[in-house]
C-alpha cells in the first residue's frame, strides 16, 4: 500500500510550549485517519504544516512523496483543503468564488460542482457576505471537493453545518474514500470521527497521543456497572476481581468500573444472588474526555488505555 | 465599553502620539538651521519663504510671518497636520464604524444590550480622549523643538492651536463615521471617506489662490474653519467661533450618524441599491475573467479602481478646466511668480497646469499604492492568501500576480485621468501636447509601483504592519521633497524622496536619474517580496 500522508519529526515550536512537537504518522492512501484533539491541541498547525502555509521548525511532511515545503506547488495538484473558517470573500457572489478558485486549479467539472451543491441546496448565486456560517462552510466543501482530489484535508468541516447536511457530507467523504481518496480529518467531535475514520491520532499539547484504529479504540472504553443482590454482596471478591475499579456499595447495591474482559467479575459474582445487573458503555466522547482529563504523561503508541476514572 | 473600545484606540493613539512627537520636533528645531540666527538672516529667510510658501498653497495655509519661529510653526507645523490627524481620524472612524462590525463586535455588543447611541458615543468618546491625548503631546513637542531654536511659545496661543486642530480632528472622525454607514466594509468606507474628506482638503487649499472657491471652501471644508485660527502667526487671530462650529459639527454629525445606524441593518449601507434577484444557480460563474491570472485580481477590484479613476478624472478635469484662471492668477501676481521659475521656460499655461495637476496625482497615486498594499496585507489576515495558497500556486506567482493586478489598475486609473485633464485644459484653450502628456502619465507607473515595491516588501515581512508603516514612509517621503529645500539638502539627500524622483516630465522630460531609481526600487522591491513571502508563515 502506498502511503499518502507521512510526517518525520515535524515540529513547529511557537514558544512557551505552544505548537505542535515531533510529529510521526502515516496515513495510507485510502484511509480515513480521524485527527482528534480539544482545542489549541496543535490540530490546525499540523494541517497547516501539510499544506506548506507554515514552516516547520524541525522534520518534514510529505504527501505522496512530494515535500509539502519544497515542492508544496506539486502536492496541492493532489490535495483538497477545506478550513474550519471561510476567507472574507466580500461582494463576489459563491458562483464567482468558485470560478476563481476553480481558474487557479484547473482542471475542475462544473458538473461535480453543481453536482455537491444540490446535494447541500446551495445556491452559487448569491453574494457571499449575504451567506449564513453554514452556507459558508458549505461553500468551502465545495472548493475542497470540486476538483476529486486524490488526498482530502478537512480542519473540523462540519462547523456550521446543521444535522443532515453532517450526513450528507460523511456520505461524500464514504464515497471519496471508495474511490480511493485519502482523508485527514481534523476534529474535536468524536461522533464525527466515528462516522467515518479508519484510524484515529489523538494529540493533546501538541504531542501525538496515541493513534489506534478505531475498532482498538473501542477497546480502552470501560464499562460502568451496576448490580442488585437479593442477599449478602461478595463486596470484597468484587474488590479482587481483576479489571474491576471504584467500587462503592449501598446496602444490596453495587457500582463498579470494568476495564477489559467481564470474566474475572462474573467469577466473584458465583453463588451471590443477583437479581439485576445493568451494564452501561460510556461513549467514544466520554472515553475521549477521560483521556483528557487524565493527568498522566500519555505519549506515542505504546501508552495503554487511560487510568484514571470517568 | 469604553474600556474595550479604548484598547482597539490604543495602537493608533500611540502611533499617531509618536509619529506626531517626531514631526512636532524635527520641525519646530529645524527652524535656526533653516532660517539662521540673527534678526536679518531671519527677516530674509522670512521674505524668501513667504514667496516660496506660496507654491505649497494647495496643502499648507498662506505663510505668514515666517520670520518668527511662532509663525513658521503655525504654517509649516500646524498647517499640515490636519492632514495628518485627519488621515488618523480617517482611518479610525472606519475601522471603528464598518471594521467593527466586519469583525462582529458590533453584533455582539448589540447582543449584550449596547445601544447604538451608547456604541457610537462610546466609541466617539473614546477618539476624543486619543485625539486630545495625541494632539497634547504633539503640541508639546513642537514646544520643545521651539526652545530648540530659542523661541518660546506663548501658552495661551498654544493652547488654542492645539483646540483648533483637535476640533477639525473631531470633525473628520465624525464625518467619516456619517460617510460609513453609506458603505457597506471598512475598505469601502475608508475608500468613500478618503475621497470626500480628500474634496473637502482640496477645495480649501484651491480656495486660497482661486478666489471664486471660497464660498464652497466656506460651505463643505472643514478645514477652512480650521485655518480661520493662526494664533501663533505674528498678528494672527484665535476664531472662537469657527472653533467651536467645527466641534458643534461633529457632534451633530456623531448624532447623524447614531442616527443612521439605529434605521440600517447591520451588515448593509444606509443606501441599498435595488436588489436584483437572480436566478439559483450551482453553476460556477461563466465570466473567463475570473479563471484569468492577473486579471481575476483586476475583476475583483474593479469598483475600487473605476471609484479611483472617476474621482481623479473628474478632479483633473477639473483642474485642467481652471487652469487659465490659475495661471493668469500666477502672472499677475508676484508672490505667484515664483512658480514661473520652477515649472522652467515654455508655454506657462501648460507648464503650471501640469505642475499643480501632477504635483497632486502623485500624492493620490501613493495613497491609491498604499490602499493596495492594504489589500494585500488584508488578504493575508482574512484568509484569502491561504485559500489561494491551498491551490497549486506559488508564493512567487502570488506576489508578480499582484504587481500585475496593480499595473494593469495604475494603467486604467492614470490614463483615464490624464485624458480628462487633456480634455479639460483643451476645454480652457491650454493645447497640451499629448506626447509630453502621455510621458508625463507613463512615468507615474514607475513612481506608484515604488510604494507598492516598498508595500511588497512590507507585506511579505509584516502584513498587519505593512500599512502604517508604508503610510509613514509615504509621508517622510513627502516631507523631505518640503524641508529638503528648506533646509537646503543636496541633490542626493532630496533623491530620497520618491515625490522627487519623478521630476517634472510634461516640461523638462525624463529624470533619467531619477527613473532609474525608482525601477530599481520597484524590481528590487517585488524581489525582496517575493523571497519574504517563501520565507514566511501565512495565516489568520
Given at each position: 500500500m502506498t502511503t499518502a500522508i507521512e510526517t518525520s519529526g515535524l515540529s513547529k515550536d511557537y514558544g512557551r510550549g505552544r505548537g505542535l512537537f515531533d510529529l510521526n504518522l502515516q496515513v495510507e492512501e485510502g484511509e480515513v485517519l480521524g485527527y482528534l484533539g480539544p482545542n489549541g491541541a496543535g490540530k490546525t498547525t499540523t494541517i497547516r504544516l501539510l499544506m506548506g502555509l507554515i514552516h516547520p521548525t524541525a522534520g518534514s511532511a510529505r504527501i505522496f512523496g512530494l515535500d509539502c515545503q519544497r515542492q508544496a506547488v506539486a502536492v496541492k495538484r493532489h490535495v483538497g483543503y477545506v478550513p474550519g473558517e471561510l476567507p472574507q470573500f466580500g461582494g463576489l457572489r459563491a458562483s464567482e468564488v468558485v470560478a476563481y478558485v476553480a481558474g487557479l486549479r484547473g482542471g475542475v467539472d462544473e458538473k461535480v460542482v453543481a453536482q455537491i451543491c444540490q446535494r447541500f441546496n446551495l445556491d452559487l448565486a448569491q453574494r457571499f457576505r449575504e451567506y449564513s456560517r453554514g452556507n459558508k462552510q458549505k461553500l468551502a466543501i465545495v472548493l475542497g471537493f470540486m476538483h476529486r482530489p486524490r488526498v482530502l484535508i478537512l480542519d473540523e468541516p462540519t462547523g456550521g453545518l446543521d444535522p443532515l447536511n453532517q450526513q450528507e457530507f460523511y456520505d461524500m467523504c464514504r464515497e471519496s474514500k471508495a474511490q480511493g481518496a485519502t482523508i485527514f480529518l481534523s476534529s474535536h467531535i468524536l461522533s464525527e470521527v466515528e462516522h467515518i475514520s479508519d484510524r484515529v491520532g489523538i494529540i493533546r499539547g501538541g504531542r501525538l497521543a496515541r493513534t489506534a484504529r478505531l475498532e482498538d479504540l473501542h477497546e480502552i472504553r470501560y464499562r460502568q456497572v451496576e448490580i442488585e443482590f437479593a442477599g449478602d454482596v461478595p463486596l470484597e471478591a468484587i474488590r479482587a476481581a481483576t479489571g474491576v475499579d471504584h467500587v462503592e456499595a449501598d446496602n444490596h447495591r453495587v457500582r463498579c468500573v470494568v476495564r477489559g474482559s467481564f470474566e474475572s467479575l462474573m467469577n466473584a459474582l458465583a453463588g451471590a444472588r443477583v437479581v439485576n445487573l445493568t451494564s452501561h458503555e460510556p461513549s467514544l466522547e466520554e472515553v475521549f474526555l477521560t483521556f483528557y482529563r487524565g493527568d498522566t504523561d500519555l505519549t506515542a503508541e505504546e501508552t495503554g488505555p487511560p487510568t484514571r476514572e470517568a | 465599553m469604553f474600556r474595550l473600545t479604548w484598547r482597539l484606540q490604543r495602537n493608533g493613539l500611540i502611533g499617531m502620539s509618536a509619529f506626531g512627537i517626531f514631526y512636532g520636533i524635527l520641525q519646530a528645531s529645524a527652524y535656526n538651521s533653516a532660517a539662521g540666527t540673527t534678526a536679518a538672516a531671519r527677516r530674509a529667510f522670512g521674505q524668501q519663504m513667504e514667496t516660496f510658501g506660496q507654491q505649497f498653497s494647495l496643502l499648507l495655509p498662506l505663510p505668514h510671518g515666517i520670520d518668527t519661529v511662532a509663525g513658521f510653526i503655525q504654517w509649516r507645523v500646524y498647517g499640515a497636520l490636519p492632514l495628518l490627524f485627519g488621515f488618523w481620524a480617517l482611518m479610525s472612524a472606519a475601522g471603528a464604524t464598518r471594521g467593527d462590525e466586519e469583525r462582529g463586535f458590533l453584533e455582539v455588543w448589540f447582543a449584550a444590550g449596547v445601544s447604538q447611541s451608547r456604541y457610537v458615543g462610546t466609541r466617539f468618546l473614546v477618539f476624543a480622549t486619543s485625539a486630545a491625548i495625541a494632539v497634547a503631546l504633539t503640541s508639546g513637542a513642537i514646544d520643545l523643538g521651539a526652545l530648540g531654536s530659542g523661541a518660546t511659545l506663548p501658552l495661551s496661543a498654544l493652547i488654542e492651536v492645539s483646540l483648533d486642530l483637535f476640533a477639525v480632528t473631531l470633525t473628520v472622525y465624525a464625518l467619516t463615521?456619517?460617510?460609513?454607514?453609506?458603505?457597506?466594509?471598512?475598505?469601502?468606507?475608508?475608500?468613500?471617506?478618503?475621497?470626500?474628506?480628500?474634496?473637502?482638503?482640496?477645495?480649501?487649499?484651491?480656495?486660497?489662490?482661486?478666489?471664486?472657491?471660497?464660498?464652497?471652501?466656506?460651505?463643505?471644508?472643514?478645514?477652512?474653519?480650521?485655518?480661520?485660527?493662526?494664533?501663533?502667526?505674528?498678528?494672527?487671530?484665535?476664531?472662537?467661533?469657527?472653533?467651536?462650529?467645527?466641534?458643534?459639527?461633529?457632534?451633530?454629525?456623531?448624532?447623524?450618524?447614531?442616527?443612521?445606524?439605529?434605521?440600517?441593518?447591520?451588515?448593509?449601507?444606509?443606501?441599498?441599491?435595488?436588489?436584483?434577484?437572480?436566478?439559483?444557480?450551482?453553476?460556477?460563474?461563466?465570466?473567463?475573467?475570473?479563471?484569468?491570472?492577473?486579471?481575476?485580481?483586476?475583476?475583483?477590484?474593479?469598483?475600487?479602481?473605476?471609484?479611483?479613476?472617476?474621482?481623479?478624472?473628474?478632479?483633473?478635469?477639473?483642474?485642467?478646466?481652471?487652469?487659465?484662471?490659475?495661471?493668469?492668477?500666477?502672472?499677475?501676481?508676484?508672490?505667484?511668480?515664483?512658480?514661473?521659475?520652477?515649472?522652467?521656460?515654455?508655454?506657462?499655461?501648460?507648464?503650471?497646469?501640469?505642475?499643480?495637476?501632477?504635483?497632486?496625482?502623485?500624492?493620490?497615486?501613493?495613497?491609491?499604492?498604499?490602499?493596495?498594499?492594504?489589500?494585500?496585507?488584508?488578504?493575508?489576515?482574512?484568509?484569502?492568501?491561504?485559500?489561494?495558497?491551498?491551490?497549486?500556486?506559488?508564493?512567487?506567482?502570488?506576489?508578480?500576480?499582484?504587481?500585475?493586478?496593480?499595473?494593469?489598475?495604475?494603467?486604467?486609473?492614470?490614463?483615464?485621468?490624464?485624458?480628462?485633464?487633456?480634455?479639460?485644459?483643451?476645454?480652457?484653450?491650454?493645447?497640451?501636447?499629448?506626447?509630453?502628456?502621455?510621458?508625463?502619465?507613463?512615468?507615474?507607473?514607475?513612481?506608484?509601483?515604488?510604494?507598492?515595491?516598498?508595500?511588497?516588501?512590507?507585506?511579505?515581512?509584516?502584513?498587519?504592519?505593512?500599512?502604517?508603516?508604508?503610510?509613514?514612509?509615504?509621508?517622510?517621503?513627502?516631507?523631505?521633497?518640503?524641508?529638503?529645500?528648506?533646509?537646503?539638502?543636496?541633490?542626493?539627500?532630496?533623491?530620497?524622496?520618491?515625490?522627487?524622483?519623478?521630476?517634472?516630465?510634461?516640461?523638462g522630460g525624463v529624470d533619467w536619474t531619477g527613473l532609474w531609481i525608482m525601477s530599481a526600487i520597484t524590481v528590487g522591491g517585488f524581489v525582496v517580496g517575493v523571497l519574504l513571502m517563501q520565507r514566511r508563515d501565512v495565516g489568520r
Open positions: - | 463615521t456619517v460617510v460609513a454607514q453609506l458603505a457597506t466594509s471598512r475598505g469601502g468606507a475608508a475608500g468613500l471617506a478618503g475621497f470626500v474628506v480628500g474634496v473637502m482638503f482640496f477645495v480649501n487649499g484651491l480656495s486660497r489662490s482661486i478666489g471664486s472657491l471660497k464660498p464652497v471652501a466656506q460651505a463643505i471644508s472643514p478645514f477652512y474653519y480650521y485655518d480661520r485660527s493662526m494664533p501663533l502667526s505674528p498678528g494672527g487671530r484665535f476664531d472662537a467661533a469657527a472653533t467651536i462650529a467645527l466641534a458643534v459639527v461633529a457632534l451633530l454629525l456623531t448624532a447623524l450618524a447614531t442616527w443612521l445606524i439605529t434605521i440600517r441593518d447591520l451588515g448593509t449601507a444606509v443606501i441599498t441599491l435595488p436588489h436584483r434577484e437572480r436566478p439559483a444557480t450551482n453553476r460556477p460563474s461563466a465570466n473567463p475573467l475570473l479563471r484569468m491570472p492577473v486579471m481575476a485580481l483586476v475583476y475583483e477590484q474593479r469598483l475600487g479602481t473605476v471609484a479611483w479613476a472617476l474621482g481623479s478624472a473628474v478632479f483633473a478635469a477639473y483642474l485642467a478646466s481652471a487652469g487659465r484662471e490659475l495661471v493668469d492668477l500666477v502672472q499677475s501676481s508676484t508672490g505667484f511668480r515664483a512658480y514661473l521659475t520652477i515649472v522652467g521656460h515654455g508655454n506657462p499655461y501648460v507648464a503650471l497646469t501640469g505642475y499643480f495637476w501632477f504635483g497632486i496625482f502623485q500624492a493620490l497615486l501613493a495613497v491609491f499604492a498604499i490602499t493596495q498594499v492594504a489589500r494585500w496585507s488584508s488578504d493575508d489576515n482574512e484568509g484569502r492568501l491561504e485559500m489561494v495558497l491551498s491551490a497549486p500556486v506559488s508564493r512567487t506567482r502570488v506576489v508578480v500576480e499582484r504587481a500585475m493586478a496593480l499595473l494593469l489598475r495604475l494603467g486604467a486609473v492614470i490614463a483615464v485621468s490624464s485624458a480628462a485633464f487633456y480634455l479639460g485644459a483643451a476645454a480652457a484653450n491650454i493645447v497640451v501636447d499629448p506626447g509630453h502628456l502621455t510621458l508625463a502619465s507613463v512615468l507615474l507607473i514607475p513612481f506608484a509601483l515604488s510604494f507598492a515595491a516598498i508595500g511588497a516588501i512590507l507585506a511579505g515581512r509584516a502584513p498587519r504592519a505593512a500599512v502604517a508603516v508604508l503610510t509613514s514612509l509615504a509621508f517622510v517621503s513627502f516631507l523631505i521633497t518640503q524641508l529638503g529645500p528648506l533646509l537646503r539638502w543636496p541633490d542626493w539627500a532630496l533623491k530620497l524622496s520618491v515625490f522627487s524622483l519623478y521630476g517634472m516630465p510634461l516640461m
